[in-house]
T-cell receptor, first 112, second 114 residues
Framework: GENVEQHPSTLSVQEGDSAVIKCTYS??????FPWYKQELGKGPQLIID?????GEKKDQRIAVTLNKTAKHFSLHITETQPEDSAVYFC???????????FGTGTSLTVIP | EAGVVQSPRYKIIEKKQPVAFWCNPI?????LYWYRQNLGQGPELLIR????????DSQLPKDRFSAERLKGVDSTLKIQPAELGDSAVYLC????????????FGEGSRLTVL
């Protein structure tokens, strides 16, 4: 099956700086890569996603890039704000199994 | 529109006791997932339903875990008997179309087994 690795596990940035979280996947057939934000005591919430037919997608301060050849994708948050502090998970959806495989999460702290 | 609803939010039980979690997905979502999330980890799939059919239960520990989705709407996940290692957050998620892929999660049920 698919194996998704995520780095770093923790990340602290100053307010206004950028944050980058990276994930790699193993199954070249995976074709959908969402990113979820999980705040304390809540379920994960989709913040951005990308499909394998594009290399980059942006939504205001959030962007995701995908390198299919290297099998990795990254989340970029610019102009970070304290409310961006949360745990972020990447995931990959296998083409055949319709099963989502999640990374182990990155705890982001934005220091005011 | 209401999101995915789960109950109870918190449950504390002693080992060997039974426990059940309930999930009501977003209206019209035919795919329902149960995930387990251990502390500091990402969600791991337990079972996936397409309507009332369990299409992927390979990760469900069938000796003590069971699930059902009668009428293809809400679902129940049961553990009997619970073990210490079952302490985790149990997340329910639903999606509308397999091709879309977007998952909508509930807030989870946090289980503590003493």
């Amino acid at each position: 099956g698919e194996n998704v690795e995520q780095h770093p596990s923790t990340l602290s940035v100053q307010e206004g700086d950028s944050a980058v979280i990276k994930c790699t996947y193993s199954d070249s057939a995976s074709n959908y890569f969402p990113w979820y934000k999980q705040e304390l005591g809540k379920g994960p919430q989709l913040i951005i996603d990308i499909r394998s037919n594009v290399g980059e997608k942006k939504d205001q301060r959030i962007a995701v890039t995908l390198n299919k050849t290297a099998k990795h994708f990254s989340l970029h948050i610019t102009e970070t704000q304290p409310e961006d502090s949360a745990v972020y998970f990447c995931a990959a959806l296998g083409f055949t199994g319709n099963q989502f495989y999640f990374g182990t999460g990155t705890s982001l702290t934005v220091i005011p | 529109e209401a999101g995915v609803v789960q109950s109870p939010r918190y449950k504390i039980i002693e080992k060997k006791q039974p426990v059940a979690f309930w999930c009501n997905p977003i209206s019209g979502h035919n795919t329902l997932y149960w995930y387990r999330q251990n502390l500091g980890q990402g969600p791991e799939l337990l079972i996936r339903y397409e309507n009332e059919e369990a299409v992927d239960d390979s990760q469900l520990p069938k000796d003590r875990f069971s699930a059902e989705r009668l009428k293809g709407v809400d679902s129940t996940l049961k553990i009997q008997p619970a073990e210490l290692g079952d302490s985790a957050v149990y997340l329910c998620a639903s999606s509308e179309l397999r091709q879309t892929g977007e998952l909508f999660f509930g807030e989870g049920s946090r289980l503590t087994v003493l």
